[in-house]
């Protein structure tokens, strides 16, 4: 008797297919080929371009030729953005110092003035100096106070003139401070009571082309410096019966303070009203006294002719004109008229410097 088996009815799973039909898709592995090598390429290049590089940050005071140097328009900005120039305004905090091209004078930004608010900084990105004007100057007298030693072996008194400018930078009204005091420079002691920052023209030597316009505001502001110096130093001594030189008054200091008329800038220099109002203050410390006064109706020439004690009005007249004229060249107040300037003409410097061999033949061997 059979028993019944499976065995020859089961089949065995199997795959079969035509290994004679061609790949349609011949193209395929050649383009994936110099597809993924371009792709590689790319995605390199941008990641150089966005990356590889490193930004450096610079000072320059030629703002427009460094934006000129920008990457080519055909190149596209997705390879260019992250690496083409660009220029961030130099922050000025207020109570800095800074110069201006010319080089001439040292100025404190004061403050910075908007519409309705007061900044404590300036962001200035490169632009003119415009409508400057200087609204006062203050000649500032000192004997024994604040100098030092050797400052008072070289000269009984110590004259510095401080000017105070209205201008207009980047369309901010800003308030400038500037001073001139050759004995409270470097040249003569480095602790001398003219404050940190603020410094005399920039002599011959130290300029290799020095401008002639500076050259000259040097020379003038020296002389009628000088001529000051003098002239308040004769005026507070006089000789006793002995033939010694007393002090006629026992002063410590004092300040002079001249405002010009509001229309100065269109004003010849030569005009003996270029200053309209007058105040000063001269202090004995010992004695507690203070000799003051003002002149409005008269101005500084009208002091001149009555002769009023200190008689030293001709000379600071000379003085503050020099100085306003050296602040207009240096902040490059071209637009003025050149009568309303000393340093404009030859003609003017001639007339201004006639007197130069007398003031020039007075001056110490430091300050030549």
Same mark, same amino acid.
């Given at each position: 008797?059979?028993?019944?088996?499976?065995?020859?009815?089961?089949?065995?799973?199997?795959? +079969?297919?035509?290994?004679?039909?061609?790949?349609?898709?011949?193209?395929?592995?050649?383009?994936? $080929?110099?597809?993924? /090598?371009?792709?590689?390429?790319?995605?390199?290049? $941008? %990641?150089?371009?966005?990356? @590889?590089?490193?930004?450096?940050?610079?000072?320059?005071? =030629?703002?427009?030729?460094?934006?000129?140097?920008?990457?080519?328009? =055909?190149?596209?900005?997705?390879?260019?953005?992250?690496?083409?120039?660009?220029?961030?305004?130099?922050?000025?905090?207020?109570?800095?110092?800074?110069?201006? %091209?010319? +080089?001439?004078?040292?100025?404190?930004?004061?403050?910075?003035?908007?519409?309705?608010?007061?900044?404590?900084?300036?962001?200035?990105?490169?632009?003119?100096?415009?409508?400057?004007?200087?609204?006062?100057?203050? $000649?500032?007298?000192?004997?024994?106070?604040?100098?030092?030693?050797?400052?008072?072996?070289?000269?009984?008194?110590?004259?510095?003139?401080?000017?105070? /400018?209205?201008?207009?930078?980047?369309?901010?009204?800003?308030?400038?401070?500037?001073?001139?005091?050759?004995?409270?420079?470097?040249?003569?002691?480095?602790?001398?009571?003219?404050?940190?920052?603020?410094?005399?023209?920039?002599?011959?030597?130290?300029?290799?082309?020095?401008?002639?316009?500076? =050259?000259?505001?040097?020379?003038?502001?020296?002389?009628?410096?000088?001529?000051?110096?003098?002239?308040?130093?004769?005026?507070?001594?006089?000789?006793?019966?002995?033939?010694?030189?007393?002090?006629?008054?026992?002063?410590?200091?004092?300040?002079?303070?001249?405002?010009?008329?509001?229309?100065?800038?269109?004003?010849?220099?030569?005009?003996?009203?270029?200053?309209?109002?007058?105040?000063?203050?001269?202090?004995?410390?010992?004695?507690?006294?203070?000799?003051?006064?003002?002149?409005?109706?008269?101005?500084? /020439?009208?002091?001149?002719?009555?002769?009023?004690?200190? %008689?030293?009005?001709?000379?600071?007249?000379?003085?503050?004109? @020099?100085?306003?004229?050296?602040?207009?060249?240096?902040?490059?107040?071209?637009?003025?008229?050149?009568?309303?300037?000393?340093? +404009?003409?030859?003609?003017?410097?001639?007339?201004?410097?006639? %007197?130069?061999?007398?003031?020039?033949?007075?001056?110490?061997?430091?300050?030549?």
């Amino acid at each position: 008797m059979r028993m019944p088996s499976f065995v020859n009815k089961v089949s065995v799973p199997a795959f +079969s297919y035509s290994v004679t039909r061609e790949y349609p898709y011949k193209w395929f592995t050649p383009v994936a $080929i110099v597809g993924g /090598i371009l792709l590689t390429v790319l995605f390199s290049a $941008i %990641n150089f371009y966005s990356t @590889a590089y490193t930004m450096v940050t610079t000072t320059t005071p =030629y703002r427009e030729s460094f934006l000129s140097r920008r990457w080519p328009r =055909y190149i596209p900005d997705i390879f260019t953005s992250k690496i083409q120039p660009w220029c961030e305004p130099s922050v000025i905090p207020a109570h800095s110092y800074f110069n201006t %091209n010319q +080089s001439g004078l040292t100025y404190e930004l004061f403050s910075v003035e908007g519409e309705d608010f007061s900044t404590a900084a300036l962001n200035y990105t490169g632009g003119s100096i415009d409508e400057c004007a200087v609204e006062k100057l203050s $000649i500032r007298f000192e004997t024994s106070n604040s100098r030092s030693p050797v400052q008072m072996s070289t000269s009984d008194w110590e004259v510095t003139v401080s000017s105070f /400018i209205i201008c207009e930078i980047e369309e901010h009204p800003v308030l400038l401070i500037t001073r001139y005091g050759p004995m409270s420079m470097d040249i003569m002691d480095s602790k001398g009571s003219l404050p940190l920052g603020f410094y005399g023209h920039l002599s011959e030597g130290q300029l290799s082309m020095p401008t002639p316009g500076l =050259y000259w505001a040097e020379q003038l502001s020296k002389a009628f410096w000088l001529e000051t110096l003098v002239a308040i130093t004769n005026e507070t001594i006089q000789e006793s019966a002995a033939g010694t030189a007393a002090s006629r008054y026992n002063l410590s200091s004092g300040f002079i303070t001249l405002y010009p008329r509001s229309d100065s800038q269109g004003m010849d220099m030569k005009n003996e009203s270029f200053f309209g109002y007058v105040e000063w203050a001269f202090f004995d410390q010992a004695r507690g006294q203070r000799y003051m006064g003002s002149s409005y109706d008269e101005g500084i /020439i009208g002091l001149g002719r009555n002769k009023s004690w200190p %008689n030293v009005w001709s000379q600071v007249d000379r003085l503050g004109k @020099a100085m306003v004229s050296t602040n207009y060249r240096d902040l490059g107040q071209w637009q003025l008229p050149s009568q309303a300037n000393m340093l +404009s003409s030859p003609e003017s410097l001639r007339y201004w410097t006639a %007197n130069f061999s007398t003031n020039l033949a007075q001056s110490p061997n430091w300050l030549m």
